[in-house]
């Protein structure tokens, strides 16, 4: 059975690229927003979770500080992906991050290691 990853992305051609490189390896769900990724968090768990952090509405950072206290479990699980912030600059997070665009088995191994 393969591992389930939520991807959050609002750039509808991103969120289906980012599906396209994971498809072979996971089952995956976008959600456009980091509230709809939010509720969606409230009603099962994901094995991954790929977020973007420009995101309209909240933030993939603020989602990320939410799950902080109601999730905690979820945060070892939690990467992030942009293209229009510097990957260092999340260090604060303490989760992976990559810059878009990168190397598609880049992407595929970081996110085995975050479903394990």
Same mark, same amino acid.
């Given at each position: 059975?393969?591992?389930? &990853?939520?991807? %959050?992305?609002? $750039?509808?051609? *991103?969120?289906?690229?980012?599906? =396209?490189? @994971?498809?072979?390896?996971?089952?995956?769900e976008t959600f456009?927003?980091?509230?709809?990724?939010?509720?969606?968090?409230?009603?099962?768990?994901?094995?991954?979770? &790929?977020?973007? %952090?420009?995101? $309209?509405?909240? *933030?993939?950072?603020?989602?990320? =500080?939410? @799950?902080?206290?109601?999730?905690?479990?979820?945060?070892?699980?939690?990467?992030?992906?942009?293209?229009?912030i510097d990957p260092?600059?999340?260090?604060?997070?303490? &989760?992976?991050?990559?810059?878009?665009?990168?190397?598609?088995?880049?992407?595929?191994?970081?996110?085995?290691?975050?479903?394990?």
């Amino acid at each position: 059975m393969k591992k389930l &990853v939520m991807i %959050v992305e609002n $750039d509808e051609v *991103l969120a289906r690229t980012t599906g =396209r490189i @994971l498809r072979d390896h996971f089952e995956f769900e976008t959600f456009p927003s980091a509230e709809k990724a939010f509720e969606a968090l409230l009603r099962k768990p994901y094995d991954a979770i &790929v977020c973007d %952090v420009n995101l $309209d509405g909240m *933030l993939g950072t603020d989602l990320f =500080r939410r @799950l902080e206290t109601t999730h905690p479990e979820m945060l070892s699980r939690f990467m992030f992906f942009t293209a229009s912030i510097d990957p260092h600059s999340l260090k604060t997070f303490k &989760v992976p991050a990559l810059l878009k665009p990168c190397a598609a088995e880049d992407l595929v191994k970081m996110v085995q290691s975050l479903a394990q």
